[in-house]
């Protein structure tokens, strides 16, 4: 199972969606693709994706075309769906790193959530720990330094957690809690091994359990050298 597989199979924990009536809202949500083994198992869960470009959104469309509930804004998600009622979780993956106005995003992640919902998003440093080409450097330079420069579909930053936190509590939200995945050895090896059998399987969903079980324990961990082992972050918030 893919890391935002898992991730999003955590979710099972806390909500009851056996009675399909949890809601979703996936902010900047792609293609979809980490969402529909949930929908899978789950197919009359609500499921709302925002999404701006057009190309990714209509690949979504198609491939959530089984699960009746389930639909794509093509959008950016600075603003609150006046047809849609307010979700019982709002999250994004791998978005905040991109969105050009983040105190907005945030603000609307929580508007967009139900009183006592929760908030949850995970984004990756990856584009801005190791850039792949010297563009994506450049690119990642103009998004910290002059982000005015960058349009929205090329934006690209470094986020600090510290500020996630802050603009999630000004806007309303109690931060329950930080997560951190996606060691570069976890991610090779999660990418590379192919497991052949049920107990393979389980063995190799507890890397990605571990993640979450050493979380809290890096808390007092140097922000930098915690961020190289585990580039990927996941703030989690409930609403007020
Ligand atoms: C790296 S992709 C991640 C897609 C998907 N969440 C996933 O995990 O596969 C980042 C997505 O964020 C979207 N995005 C960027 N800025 C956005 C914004 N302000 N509002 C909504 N979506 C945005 C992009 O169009 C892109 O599809």
């Known amino acids: 199972m893919q890391s935002k597989e898992f991730f999003l199979s955590k979710l099972e924990e806390s909500h009851d969606f056996g009675g399909g009536m949890i809601s979703i809202l996936d902010l900047g949500s792609g293609q979809s693709r980490s969402a529909l083994p949930l929908l899978g198992r789950y197919p009359q869960t609500r499921y709302v994706g925002i999404e701006p470009s057009e190309t990714a959104a209509a690949a979504a ?8 509930n389930a639909r794509v804004y093509t959008q950016l998600a600075y603003e609150p769906l006046p047809d849609e009622a307010p979700f019982d979780i709002v999250l994004s993956l791998s978005v905040l790193e991109h969105v050009k106005q983040l105190d907005r995003f945030l603000a609307n992640s929580i508007a967009m959530t139900k009183s006592g919902g929760r908030i949850i998003h995970r984004y990756d440093l990856g584009h801005s720990l190791h850039p792949s080409s010297i563009k994506e450097r450049f690119q990642v330079f103009l998004g910290n330094h002059f982000p005015k420069l960058l349009p929205e579909h090329k934006f690209v930053r470094y986020v600090d957690p510290d500020e996630v936190v ?20 976890h991610k090779r090896f999660l990418k590379d091994f192919v497991p052949t059998s049920d107990e393979v399987e389980t063995l ?7 993640e979450f079980d050493i979380s809290p324990h890096l808390s007092g961990m140097q922000k930098a050298k915690r961020e190289l082992l585990f580039p990927a972050i996941s703030v989690w918030a409930t609403k007020r």
């Open 61 to 68: 469309r198609t491939l959530l075309a089984p699960f009746p």
């Open 166 to 185: 802050r603009l999630l509590e000004k806007s309303g939200a109690h931060v329950d809690g930080i997560t951190y995945h996606q060691m570069p050895d």
């Open 204 to 210: 190799v969903t507890r890397l990605s359990e571990w």
